[in-house]
């Protein structure tokens, strides 16, 4: 049976949300406000684009450091907000990023975690922190799916800082307060406007009727809406908070919820013309020999599974078209807090 949240244990809770301005840091966010918890966030200043996610569903609530997570211009405000729980999102999430500017995604994601491991070491008003990683922190010698005992590794920039992130937390010395990682990737959901990933590049094709390129057709991977991780993080700060749980855990869907990049395309294509009345969209291979990629990345999710009592409610089917029925109403008019708030019912509802 899926576990529940604890309403009392977020209402009034002080929490630090790095990264609150990104994709999932501001579906987070949206979510702890709603809970009743007081955030506080940290991101790089600017607006990150147009569209942007964060910009749209204004947020007034949150108290803001917009500096670069791996200097300490935020540090002050964050002692003096005195966080109970801390959720590490920041970071440079891209491969495609990783490879083009290899410095950054080191400095981001490796120093940035130190920075805040050093933080958390001060804070006596701790309960719990979650440092987010991938599921690309595995060494991919070893057959997937990856489970937590794997050996960590990285043959790209990307992959291999957040590997890195992963040691940095776990080597800490001088916490006092349970630390877990959370490894998952392949989140899909509305309000992803990065490049080079496959629900943002569909729709960015596909509203202007021009033919979506598929990189990896047959490149298999474990897809789940972004609100189910977002449960296990959750989840799992309540738990770290309250009773001894690993401090290691992979959130995904089980095995045969991996399915080929094609094949998701193929669904989309569909629910697209559904949502859209429009004309079948198109797609076509064009293969990026410049950016190598593994081939089958799945996890193993049975130990959250069973510390949690965690696991995706949505099939990878129903997260493809709940993100595209997002986008689609936003394009209607819909507000996105609001589009946000209606996901979040139907899921927990």
Not at 111 to 118: C, F, L, P, R, Y
Not at 169 to 188: D, E, K, L, Q, Y
Not at 200 to 215: E, F, G, H, K, Y
Not at 294 to 306: C, K, N, R, S, V
Request: glycine share 8%; aromatic share 8%; hydrophobic share 40%.
């Amino acid at each position: 049976m899926h576990r529940c949240l604890d309403p009392s244990f977020w209402s009034g809770r002080r929490v630090l949300v790095t990264g609150h301005t990104g994709f999932k840091g501001a579906w987070l966010t949206c979510w702890l406000r709603d809970l009743g918890a007081d955030v506080h966030g940290v991101s790089l200043p600017g607006d990150h684009g147009d569209p942007c996610l964060w910009n749209d569903i204004a947020l007034t609530s949150v108290s803001e450091s917009r500096c670069d997570i791996a200097g300490d211009d935020w540090l002050e405000a964050a002692r003096g907000f005195r966080p109970e729980v801390v959720f590490h999102m920041a970071a440079q999430s891209l491969v495609s990023e990783g490879y083009r500017d290899p410095a950054l995604t080191f400095r981001t994601n490796v120093q940035g975690t130190v920075q805040v491991m050093s933080l958390v070491q001060q804070l006596d008003s701790l309960l719990a922190t979650v440092v987010v990683t991938t599921d690309k922190v595995y060494d991919i010698r070893q057959p997937a799916p990856y489970r937590e005992e794997h050996f960590l590794g990285g043959s790209d920039p990307y992959s291999a800082s957040k590997a890195c992130a992963e040691l940095v937390t776990h080597s800490w010395p001088g916490v006092g307060s349970p630390v877990g990682t959370a490894r998952a990737g392949n989140v899909i959901g509305g309000g992803d406007y990065a490049l080079n990933r496959i629900v943002p590049d569909i729709v960015r094709a596909w509203s202007s009727d021009t033919v979506l390129t598929l990189r990896r057709p047959t490149a298999v991977r474990p897809w789940q809406h972004v609100i189910e991780p977002l449960m296990g993080y959750l989840l799992y700060a309540e738990s770290l908070a309250a009773d001894p749980v690993p401090t290691a855990l992979n959130f995904g869907p089980d095995r045969n919820q991996a399915v080929p990049v094609l094949e998701l395309v193929e669904h989309a294509a569909a629910e697209w013309q559904r949502l859209t009345g429009a004309a079948k969209p198109a797609w076509q291979v064009v293969p990026e020999p410049n950016m190598p990629e593994t081939q089958d990345l799945t996890l193993e999710p049975g130990l959250a599974q069973e510390a949690l009592r965690w696991g995706n409610l949505w099939d990878w089917r129903t997260a493809t078209t709940k993100s595209l029925e997002w986008y689609v109403l936003a394009r209607q008019g819909g507000h996105p807090r609001e589009l946000m708030r209606k996901q979040l019912a139907d899921y927990v509802g």
